[in-house]
């Protein structure tokens, strides 16, 4: 009757030493707690999003050398842990008493369950792996494998550079019918113990059932708080409008670092209403954050002089950039940097697909803690934060029922109900489509003829009438987030802040050129026969 | 005595329709030569770095149709060319008389060479390719084949994101024993003529010889100008701080688009030199640009009063960055969009390796032309086009002789001879054993401890003594450089404009992760051995 233990354990993504100290330290643990077995995750030893790393020879042979060390450490108990082969692959490992064992020649046989090529004979089967969480994945589930079969991930984050991943560990226990029996709190490190012959024994348990909005706000605080513990940032600085997206960043960074090491910083111009300054003012002194107001309008003003002064002449296109400029790269920089500590990058998903954001102005930070959420979810995740997590309105509803907006001229005057270009409930849904599924424009073109377009993309139905009175203006819109998205949304990705993903499909793990706007054939010809002219 | 053609075509890559329209007509032209053959290169009718386009099933669909059109227009004459196949894998196909084809069924065997794989009974060889142009490859080179190769190439920029391609084609014929007998010219469109069964006598030619600087010169010169062709603009703005980068940048530029377009914008601050200052000014005369000078330091004194005035104190390091910021992200952003145009970044590669440059500061822009060359390959490029370009002293003497320096604080006056922390001439060659050769601190301090470190890294000898009195000093300079270049140096890159390659080992072509410094224990032993401590 073999006790087995499996660790969730935190592994740092490039530093074997560190892992190595934990793994040998969780065995240690593993042996006292009277197991034979331990098993690790994937990647134990050097983490897996290592990038280039992996082509250096002498991590890779400190990598072996930790590797030879957990061997070393397996006295009276098998290990099995994921590490590098002496040709730098990926790989997976066990050990017991001091040498490295093919799997089948153990007592009890054991096998990966990764080719999903197991034996009869086995009497239980292990699933190791490394897969970044993803909100709308469904865990904890398993084929039915007619023995007991033990998953175990890791937890952490880890990163591509330009993706920010969770990993929630999702480690469980599963019996001979594929019935959940164990599972590990996710996103949490810890050993767990399960004898063997007792798990098709055990009584089958239902998997935690979370809300996607609950699921989003437990990968986002997580996300953030290890990042920020990687870097070793302790000090936020948000530049908050009165706006949705810039109050929800703030409510989640105060649970991340707490209220006293967040700065929340309002920069009105002439354009910014008297409404969003109080609804921002009020959001601080909800969430009990220090809070400054540094307007920019006198530097806005000096650059547009410093440039007519030399001849040039700037139009209100030009100046709606300056402020957004002015803002972040001038004063949030600045600031953070006075403190010591960062500043983030609020922008949401429909904005960062069709580029509706500044380049070096609301487009900058260290991260873009927000930007795998479409708007909705943003809403969304005010909501649960008021509910759930603060308890009352922290984020004023002034906040949440305001029109989105820039505010960045007097045709995006909120008080008057202006705003974004963008039709959130509908946009959200095309853009998804673009950025999500690799449609286009042709596909989308021929939904909308054939009456089925709100359907296709699961937007409410009734929009695209609502929105779109003929076929010209709804082309007409098609092609501008079209362009968009395909123009200088890649321009201005390709120099974006790291994304924290909470999907399987961030920017980041898309591969973008930027090689400018296509339309298909197909499209072209169906526009035709639409509205006429090609 | 059958006459082929093979077309060194420009491929927009993302413009199946763009590349079909051009291919019809080259069609058109081989068979109007009176060829009966005609070769296109490998991806010529999608491109080759489109991302995820290729997810896109109406891209795919589109291709294929374009291939369809090709096919049909191949009669009395054979068509190869590269297309996506029907599950968008990028394929080489062959068309005559409207139909595709097996090659081995024409009457005259051809057979493509990309396998190596080819059978005796061959009348020639076709070698298709897509490789970027990278300034130390081997050009023209072919191993004897036994029969005649005819290689084609495409021309143009192709780009991943963060990556901008040159493509310079390449194509050529080689005779029976590999020798060359015919090129195209490099980076430029063409349709070239062989007679198949002449090959074998024809004379045989060198490959065109090149110097290192002549080669990248060319490189940038046609890289930017695609580059900017495709993306649509026609104005630059450059800001020039009297150095050596800005200043290469500039010449550079104007040769591209010409001086009338180019704006030089020079932002000194207290801290900047009458001698900077002086240069900028004469590099402005002599390339005849508009120059324009708009000073920062009223903006950053009250950048700095308004973050005095709520409570914040600014530091002198905090200071400089906001110099940086100022200089790039109000100003250039702002001239930039005022003329039309895009602003440029001038970072080299030294100074990207260990991120020496400020994010939405000098290290922001459209597009880094020099950052995939070390510093010393800046100074040869001023050389060179000032000898060969511009046939004068354009890039002024007193720029190439002055000790580079940021001149953001008095600690970097250029009068007094101080400057940037780097030694170009050691550093460049340290920090490419990093960034090119995968090699870290162990390699560099094992060769230090041998002796045989300039030997190693092929820098000149003698520099290890004359800059590191000890080794405390030696090891000191080693891990500030290293933490740099994995540490803040990968979040700048992470956030950096596109590079413009000219070897196989640009940034952006590396997969980075955010993961912060690692030391290997054998580097940590080796240390202690040498200094002691650990």
């Known amino acids: 009757m073999p006790k087995i233990a499996y660790a969730q354990m935190k592994v740092l993504a490039g530093h074997p030493d560190v892992n190595t100290r934990k793994i040998l330290n969780l065995i240690y643990e593993a042996r ?30 400190e990598c072996l050398d930790c590797g030879d060390e957990i ?34 020649k153990l007592p009890w046989a054991v096998k990966c369950y990764i080719d999903y090529d197991f034996e009869s004979e086995a009497d239980f089967l292990i699933e190791h792996f490394s897969i970044p969480f993803s909100f709308d994945s469904k865990p904890y589930y398993c084929a039915p494998t007619n023995r007991p079969l033990i998953s175990v991930g890791a937890v952490g984050v880890q990163n591509t550079g330009k993706t920010i991943y969770t990993f929630n560990g999702e480690s469980a226990v599963f019996n001979s019918r594929g019935e959940l029996v164990q599972y590990a709190e996710p996103f949490a490190e810890c050993l767990n113990f399960v004898e063997l012959f ?102 806005v003003d000096w650059t547009v002089k410093q440039l007519e002064g030399v001849g040039l002449s700037v139009s209100d296109f030009v100046k709606e950039n300056i402020q957004a400029r002015d803002r972040s790269a001038r004063i949030l920089a600045a600031v953070a940097a006075s403190v010591g500590g960062v500043f983030t990058c609020n922008a949401n998903k429909a904005e960062s697909t069709v580029g509706y954001a500044t380049l070096y102005g609301d487009e900058a930070g260290f991260l ?4 795998d959420l479409w708007k909705y979810q943003v809403y969304d995740l005010a909501r649960y934060m008021n509910e759930k997590i603060y308890g009352f309105e922290a984020i004023p509803q002034g906040i949440i029922d305001i029109v989105p907006s820039a505010e960045l001229s007097t045709a995006q005057n909120v008080d008057e109900g202006k705003g974004d270009p963008l039709r959130y409930d509908y946009h959200d849904y095309l853009l998804r489509a673009f950025a999500e599924r690799n449609l286009t424009p042709e596909e989308i073109l021929l939904w909308y003829a054939a009456g089925v377009l709100e359907d296709r993309i699961d937007c409410k139905a009734g929009l695209v009438e609502k929105y779109f009175l003929t076929a010209q203006t709804f ?49 072209r010809e169906l526009k035709a026969e639409l509205i006429g002219g090609k």
Chains 1, 2 share one sequence.
């Not at 030893?45 to 002498?58: F, L, N």
């Not at 960043?249 to 929340?264: E, R």
């Not at 082309?475 to 390709?494: N, P, Q």
């Open 368 to 371: 873009s803690a927000l930007a």
């Open 32 to 61: 006292a707690g009277g197991a034979k077995v331990v098993i690790f995750p994937s990647g134990a030893v050097p983490g897996k999003m290592i990038g280039d790393t992996e082509s250096q020879r002498s991590f890779i042979c």
């Open 71 to 104: 061997a070393a450490a397996s006295k009276d108990i098998v290990v099995f842990f994921g590490n590098f082969d002496a040709n730098g692959i990926s790989s997976y490992f066990c050990a017991r008493n001091g040498e490295f064992f093919d799997e089948n």
């Open 475 to 523: 082309i007409a819109d098609l092609e501008r987030w079209w362009k968009a998205f395909t123009g200088m949304g890649v321009a201005k990705r390709i120099q974006s802040p790291p994304i924290l993903a909470v999907t399987d499909k961030p920017y980041g793990a898309r591969h973008e050129s930027q090689n400018g706007t296509h339309f298909t054939r197909a499209y």
């Open 198 to 299: 007792e798990i098709d024994k055990m009584p089958v348990i239902n998997p935690p059932v979370e809300t996607e909005a609950e699921k989003i706000y437990r990968a986002l605080h997580y996300g953030v708080k290890e990042f920020l513990e990687q870097i070793g940032v302790g000090k936020v600085v948000v530049g908050v409008s009165g706006g949705i997206d810039s109050a929800v960043a703030a409510a989640l960074y105060v649970q991340v670092v707490g209220a006293k090491n967040v700065y929340l910083v309002n920069m009105p111009s002439r354009f910014n209403s008297a409404t969003t300054k109080g609804l921002s003012e009020q959001l601080a002194k909800n969430l009990g954050c220090k809070y400054f107001v540094v307007p920019i309008q006198e530097s």
